[in-house]
């Protein structure tokens, strides 16, 4: 997958994109990432990407003009990209939006600082995504996250110990609880099932710890989730306990 990111401060994706999984996925030739200046589509002597709203107000907004040279000239070399704008007016981002892009060829990440982008910008959206109802300081972090959770799930980026395949959303419930040595610690025990060798015990235990702490942290996941007749009837005898 190629990953482009088009931004007023390129230099943040450095040290993300240089460190643990983001750096296994370039290395593995999984993902091809490059940070954009959108200050190479200025043409003035201060390299000027923003200006004073229309009709007053606070702040500056991000001018249309640069993000769409910057569109055209990214977009024209190589497929053509999927094109997302981060904001918090945006769908919210979720593991289902994560896996989706990630069988996306390109992906084009347009990030917003000061106010916000001149609306028009947005024509070139497939996608607006937030991360969340809070307002960060500019779409650079919230393209990281984003491409982090995409980049994890490229083939061949987790070995077979990291698999995504039992972590949180998956099959959308939360994780089961982990532990690691010791078996007991300032007095609290690891679950004797762990200790078994009991492989089929295990794996029920993992999976109604999962469906519990789903229903008492996240039951709007439970509603959606995808349970089995066996695990429906370990949801009700929760209730009923
Ligand atoms: C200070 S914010 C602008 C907020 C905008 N004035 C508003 O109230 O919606 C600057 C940039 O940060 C990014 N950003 C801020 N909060 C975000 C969120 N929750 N999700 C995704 N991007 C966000 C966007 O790219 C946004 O254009």
């Avoid at 249309?64 to 990209?81: L, M, R, V």
């Avoid at 762990?194 to 229903?215: M, V």
């Amino acid at each position: 997958m190629i990953v482009d990111t088009l931004s007023t401060f390129p230099g943040m994706y450095e040290s993300v994109m240089g460190t643990s999984m983001m750096r296994i996925a370039q290395e593995k030739g999984a993902l091809e990432f490059h940070a954009h200046d959108l200050r190479d589509w200025t043409h003035d002597r201060h390299r000027t990407t923003d200006d004073e709203p229309y009709g007053g107000g606070q702040g500056l907004v991000m001018k249309c003009e640069p993000i769409f040279e910057a569109y055209d000239s990214i977009a024209s070399a190589g497929p053509k990209p999927y094109t997302l704008f981060l904001t918090p007016t945006g769908e919210p981002f979720n593991q289902g939006l994560a896996q989706e892009l990630s069988e996306k060829p390109r992906l084009l990440f347009i990030c917003g600082h000061y106010e916000g982008i001149d609306e028009r910008a947005y024509s070139l959206a497939d996608c607006c995504i937030s991360l969340g109802d809070y307002v960060l300081t500019s779409g650079e972090l919230a393209s990281m996250v984003v491409i982090d959770a995409v980049a994890r799930l490229l083939p061949g980026v987790l070995g077979d110990e990291g698999s995504a395949v039992d972590e949180s959303f998956y099959d959308g419930l939360l994780e089961y609880p982990q532990y690691t040595r010791p078996s007991t610690f300032r007095g609290m025990e690891v679950p004797p099932v762990l200790l078994s060798g009991n492989h089929a015990a295990i794996d029920r235990w993992r999976r109604e710890q999962s469906i519990e702490r789903t229903a008492r942290l996240r039951p709007d996941l439970i509603e959606e989730s995808n349970l089995s007749q066996q695990d429906r009837d370990f949801l009700k005898s929760l209730h009923s306990r």
